[in-house]
């Protein structure tokens, strides 16, 4: 069983916990003390340090501050998450959401990084929306729909594959130690240009600012995900094998875009239309509930793409959302 899937087992720990912290976060909203701007990232290392007994580092890109966690252990043989880690997490991410909550610095995003220290390469990162939190609060949204709106992924650092890719190339090519790092730095290390591109490795932040959209895209991909595991009917018709969410702006157009590959279950009697429609009809439907509430509006479409039988539909902001509230069907879509 992959790491990915048991990370997903392993949220139930992260949730619990967070939501455990709701109430003494409320008696926080509204108090005089603030975290300052300039002091923001010390605060933090002060907190984690003085309160939880954690060393953590702190940066900031944009509106989006992430901290680094290292652990002696945090997954089991079975890769879960330990006890002990997830404790320590969920400290991180409750100080995260204070300091973001009493601050004056302009913060729409933060991340936690953690990882083994014995096995740097395998990370869990998780994002939150500092207004969902405060939705959360206001009673604006159920405790259930923000769980959903937490993104948490346990993967291998993107920076450590592709460094071991290129360390393996220096050596083919019996390249000069003296020069391998110069090389690595000027061609090898760069910023991220996408969520699954974030992490920490060897010292150094690989982190960028967060946009609200490419967070939903994201966020979209993995609540399909979770219907094709927790729907019956889908779980029972189909292997998932991918899904995967962008936004991107191309031909003068803002789409988000979504590629999901799912295999038909044996025994399965539809066709492979009926089949391209199920799925075309479980991610709009996600994404009309998403970018509804979100209060989303800066797109001018949503294309969504069966790779298994090449076909695609794109649906545009006024069909989505009466496809939302089932004025529309899915064969008027387009007509």
């Not at 220096?170 to 699954?196: C, I």
Request: hydrophobic share 40%; with cysteine.
């Amino acid at each position: 069983m992959s790491p990915r899937h048991k990370a997903t087992r392993s949220q139930v720990k992260i949730f619990i916990s967070l939501v455990s912290c709701v109430l003494y976060l409320v008696s926080l909203i509204g108090c005089t003390s603030t975290y300052p701007q300039d002091k923001i990232k010390e605060s933090i290392v002060k907190i984690c340090k003085e309160e939880y007994k954690s060393d953590v580092k702190v940066e900031t890109a944009g509106r989006t501050m992430v901290i680094y966690l290292p652990l002696s252990d945090l997954m089991d043989f079975s890769f879960a998450l330990t006890k002990t880690a997830s404790a320590k997490i969920n400290d991180v991410i409750f100080t995260a959401a204070r300091v973001a909550l009493s601050t004056d610095a302009k913060i729409d995003f933060y991340c936690v990084i953690a990882h083994d220290v014995k096995m740097p390469e395998l990370q869990i990162i998780i994002i939150k929306n500092v207004e969902d939190v405060k939705r959360l609060f206001a009673n604006d949204i159920s405790r259930g729909e923000y769980m959903k709106r937490m993104l948490i992924d346990l993967r291998w650092s993107s920076q450590a594959k592709k460094e071991q890719v290129v360390k393996e190339v220096f050596s083919k090519m019996s390249l000069d130690p003296k020069w391998q790092d110069q090389v690595m730095a000027d061609f090898f290390r760069s910023e991220p240009t996408s969520l699954g591109d974030i992490g920490y490795w060897e010292n150094k932040f690989y982190i960028k600012d967060i946009t609200l959209a490419e967070f939903i895209a994201e966020q979209i991909a993995n609540r399909v995900k979770l219907a094709f595991r927790e729907d019956k009917s889908l779980e029972e018709s189909f292997l998932l094998k991918s899904a995967k969410g962008v936004y991107v702006s191309q031909r003068g157009k803002r789409l988000f875009r979504f590629e999901v590959l799912a295999e038909r279950s044996a025994g399965g009697a539809a066709s492979a239309i009926e089949d391209s429609d199920k799925i075309f009809e479980t991610v709009l439907s996600i994404a009309a509930h998403v970018i509804h509430g979100y209060h989303f509006k800066d797109y001018d479409g949503v294309e969504v793409f069966d790779q298994k039988e090449g076909r695609s539909i794109e649906v545009d902001p006024v069909e989505l959302e009466a496809f939302r509230t089932k004025k529309l069907k899915l064969s008027e879509i387009g007509v």
